[in-house]
């Protein structure tokens, strides 16, 4: 079979992904192709292994999650809060930067799954477009989740590889990440209107206040909001005690079963699995067939800004976990400026296809259970008038941060 065949395989599964006709099985052209291209052996399956075995705690982590939201909305917590958010003047500001900091300090997949049936209820309280309010924790999953290494599974992966000391991984990646929220945010409003009009729902009439008591709102606050506490708490103190992300989520699905004497098994994303292990085994293929090493690391300026785009480009085409580990062989095992740009790249980047990052996936899966129209050619849209800005942004910041350094060595 042809060298090329890896690259075309994977071009294919990405293009089917987007094709209209296809939007209810998505997940199909990567998952048939991943496994056609190991039963043909144009991936080896020791390749395919390899590719796959770095994504499992992450996937973990996502089939653990979106039952954990779904026992919280159950529990009430979600209604409890959009009955207070709904109430400001300014809550579309507020609801911004809540995802910002809950992207930062949870992580990018939690803060989608759990935020945006908050994001939906409270756009039904105020009578405005679910789309448009709900997009926020997609598009700032990428936007901040640059912050610290919880933040992204990406960041947890690349520090492990490359031994980074929290305080060199902030040190580099706080302004950046400041950068893309900010300019993302005007980016944000002045699309709004668009963005608005991209709902095939369109606003509807606000919804009363009223609500059915599942538990009291004491309870629900104190009870709901000490275990998502307690999460955060875990995730920063997992990697000291050897422990996994997935691990503490799962800890609170077992006293969220408990609570609500549910098992939301069938509303586990297994169509997001399913995608990210065919672009991950696919991705594995072609990347010994794409020529990435004139193209990825050094510390110039020129090579920081080429490294970034370049990965911004891969993230957006094959998943950016996948593309994460094609790169970073390229960037040495230490910390170092190309490891910045790789981290920028395929953590701002991946906005302007809606294969670019597990969580925007996962968002798209969770605005479809929610009940809310979130076609993949929608968030394109919005993706590049966002995406684009935010990570010029962001890389003028990090290639600023080069020049300082560079001058004073």
Partial sequence: MSSAAPVVLLVASVA???TP??????????????????????VRPAEASDAVRPLLAPLAFVVLAVPMAVMLDRWGLFEELASRVASGRRYVGALWVLAALTTAALNLDAAVVLLSPLYVRVARRRGSSAF??????????????SALPVSNLTNLIAVAHSHVPLSTFVARLALPTVAATGVGWLAYRLALGRIE???PGGPRRAEGAGREERVGSRRVLLGGGALVVLVVAGFLVAPAVGAEPYEVVAAADLVLV????????????????ATVLGLGVLASGAAAHLGLGGLLGG??????ARTAVVAAAGANVVNNLPALLVALPFTGHHASWSLWAVLLGTNVGPLLLPSGSLAVLLWISTMRRLGVAARERDFVRIGWRIGVPALAASLAVLLLERIVAGATH
């Fill in 21 to 42: 006709r296809l939007r209810r099985v998505s997940w199909l052209p990567p998952a048939l192709l991943g496994a056609v291209a190991v039963a043909s052996g144009v």
């Fill in 132 to 145: 448009a309010l709900a997009v926020q924790p997609a598009l700032l999953s990428s936007l901040a989740s």
């Fill in 299 to 304: 510390s110039s300026v020129p090579a920081v």
């Fill in 258 to 273: 408990v609570a609500t004497r549910s098992l939301p098994v069938a509303e586990v994303p297994w169509d997001v699995v």
């Fill in 197 to 199: 009009s991209a709902d």
């Fill in 16 to 18: 089917g992904m987007l």
